[in-house]
C-alpha cells in the first residue's frame, strides 16, 4: 500500500536528543536507545518530504519527579505510584540546559516550525507531545495543529515504547490521525514494554508502516 503526502500532513519527530542517543565524545546517553542515533538519517530524509515538521524535547528541571535520584532507595526502572498514577523512575536525562538535552548535531531539520518541549513541571513527567502524564494537562500542540489546519501525523524518534506511543495514542484521542513510521523508531524495550505498545496501538486503529509505503 502507498500513502501519498497531503499539504496537511506533518511529520512529528519525537525526542530525538543527546541523551536518548548513544553517548559520543563525552556528550549525551543518560537514558540511550539501543541505535537511536541510526535512525537520524532516514528522519533526515523524512524531513524533506514533509512540508510540515515538528519536533519534541524532552526539558527537565534538575530534581525531576520521574528521577530515581529523586526518590532514595529507589532505582532506574523501577516503577512507583504518584499522585497522578504509575511512574516509571528513569536516570536522570535532558536536564534543561544541558548538552544532554541538546537536539542531536545530526538531526538536520531546518524547516521544521515548532519544538514542543515538554516534561518541564518538576512534579509530572510527560510522555506524549500532547499531554502530560496526569492524562489533562495539555502542551498545546493540539491547539497548535488545529490553528494549522494540519490533520494527520507521522511518528517517528525515540522511543516508540514510550513517547512515540503516547503521542501516537493521545493524538489519535484528540482527532488527529496518527501513523507510526516505525523503520524510524527505536524502543527502549522495557519487559513487555514493546508488545504492550503494538497491542495499545491496534487496539486504536493505529497503523505502524515502513517509511518507504509513503508515495
Not at 536536564?95 to 524547516?111: C, K, S
Not at 489546519?149 to 522511543?159: E, Q, S
Not at 514510550?162 to 527502549?188: H, K, M, N, P, W
Request: proline share 7%; with cysteine.
Amino acid at each position: 500500500m502507498s500513502i501519498p503526502l497531503t499539504p496537511t500532513d506533518a511529520l512529528l519527530v519525537i525526542d530525538m536528543q543527546n541523551d536518548f542517543c548513544p553517548a559520543r565524545d563525552g556528550i549525551g546517553g543518560a537514558l540511550a536507545v539501543q541505535d537511536g542515533d541510526q535512525i537520524i538519517p532516514l528522519i533526515n530524509q523524512l524531513g524533506q518530504r514533509f512540508h510540515h515538521v515538528l519536533l519534541t524535547q524532552d526539558w527537565h528541571p534538575r530534581g525531576h519527579i520521574s528521577f530515581a535520584s529523586s526518590h532514595p532507595g529507589t532505582q532506574p526502572f523501577a516503577v512507583i505510584d504518584l499522585p497522578y498514577g504509575p511512574q516509571t523512575l528513569w536516570p536522570d536525562h535532558c536536564v534543561q540546559g544541558t548538552p544532554g538535552a541538546d537536539l542531536h548535531p545530526a538531526l538536520h531539520l531546518p524547516h521544521a516550525e515548532l519544538i514542543v518541549r515538554k516534561g518541564f513541571h518538576r512534579q509530572i513527567d510527560s510522555y506524549s507531545a500532547f499531554l502530560e502524564n496526569d492524562h489533562i494537562t495539555p502542551t498545546g500542540l493540539a491547539g497548535y495543529l488545529h490553528e494549522r489546519d494540519l490533520k494527520r501525523l507521522f511518528l517517528c524518534g525515540l522511543a516508540y515504547d514510550f513517547c512515540v506511543r503516547y503521542s501516537a495514542l493521545d493524538g489519535t484521542a484528540r482527532g488527529f490521525e496518527c501513523i507510526v513510521l516505525e523503520d524510524a523508531t527505536r524502543a527502549i524495550g522495557l519487559p513487555g514494554s514493546i508488545e504492550s505498545t503494538n497491542a495499545a496501538f491496534a487496539a486504536h486503529n493505529i497503523a505502524r508502516i515502513h517509511s518507504s509505503q509513503l508515495a
